[in-house]
């Protein structure tokens, strides 16, 4: 099939990628020129594990290009530009943008397929906007391991008003081996905003958790985790306690769903309060970082890690940057280290981030910070992604705590 692919994001290039890697002849298109020419010379603009080889092996399949006209021949054409939210609704401009783009250039018997995260209800405007038939089928991929996700998916949800119309997108992700659920356009959409909601409810839940055994003696809420995550009705995914969920879509897009559904008269309670807990987590940790090392002022502290999660470069949302803004509002000296993110603060590499600093937060769960308790000798420690190990630590060397257990070590 000859695809084209709207909008080259993190989920955009991936599509792209994998399908170009099934042997379909894909057309990237954005609106970002110089994102355009990087890719077309080779340079691809994110880091997602596998994502440069995958694009380097089938280079002779894909082409990129600033140009909609270039989509004129295509038969599917997936839209997955972003989707933000602006004052706490979607904005939408993107979609509409590429919608009326493609109105103009597509074949008329060409399928638009919705990739894009969009309240239930938008492919039914594109579809009156564009004239052509239109299938939701939501992205349920996560940056660090999108192409294992995008290629092996827990299931493939396709919403579509015509069977012909699913069926196409069905032909496409069959290779995948993944149950197929079909829906209607409005319930693929909703199915998107239910998942990353009740995810993010997860982790919100078990730092709520996580606070609660911080206030009990013996209680390590790893061990709480554990315990229910055995039960299958739980399962042990998405229970890691910690400074909680940021990123490019789970802040959005509870955001988005909580307005859209009080806008209808039925606000989602266990959203908003998931999103309450979520945005206490980063002053959580520098509160905790006081309590062990006091006043912050003028004094220096290291941040390790500043991407929203380990295995990307994306600091969209992080928690960590909160954090980072709390230290300097609190007077603090901030350095900072990751091994692939960069972020408006002083960036210094792991060792010199540490030797420099009296304080210390864990911010992002990256491999890099397990096993460097030796290095943490003598510092004040907060492990906000509880990566250290407490058998591990010379309680005579220093004092750290991690979020979501009761114990202050050391002297
Ligand atoms: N990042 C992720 O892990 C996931 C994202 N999603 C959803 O997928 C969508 C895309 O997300 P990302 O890939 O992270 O976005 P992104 O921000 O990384 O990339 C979006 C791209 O779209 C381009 N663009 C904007 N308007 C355009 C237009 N009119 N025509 C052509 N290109 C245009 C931008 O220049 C940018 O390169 C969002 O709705 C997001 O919620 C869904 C699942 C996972
Ligand atoms: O719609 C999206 O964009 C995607 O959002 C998330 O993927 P992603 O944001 O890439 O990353 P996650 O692995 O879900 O992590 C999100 C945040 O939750 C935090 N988290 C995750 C799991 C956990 O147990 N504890 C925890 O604090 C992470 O540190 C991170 O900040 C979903 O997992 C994907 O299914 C979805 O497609």
Redesign the pocket.
Known sequence: MKIGI????????VTSAVLADQGHLVVG????SK?VEGLSCGRNP?YEPGLDELLAKNKDRLQFTTD?AKLSDVDVAFI????PTVNGEIYLE??M??SK?LAKVLRKDSLIVM????LPGTSRKVREITGREVVSN??????GS?IKDSINPDRVVIGSYTKEAGDVVESIWKFTGAPIVRTTPEEAEMI?YAANSFLAMKVSFINEIANLCERIPNCDVNKIAEGIGLDKRISPHFLKAGLGWG???FP??TLAISTFARSLGTPLRTVDASIQVNNERPKRAVTLLKEIMGQLKGRKVCVLGVAFKADTD?TRESVALKVIDILKEEGAQVVAYDPKAKANVTMVSMEQCIDESEGVIIATEWNHFKGIEDKLRGKYVVDGRRLLDPSKMDLTKFRAIGLGTPSIQGE
């Open positions: 709207i909008g080259l994001g993190y989920v955009g290039l298109v954005d609106v970002d994102r994110i909609y997955s530009v972003s989707t993107y979609v943008s590429a783009s990739k894009s995260t969009v939501p992205e349920f991929l996560k940056e999108a998107k990123g490019s879509c959005k897009d994306d």
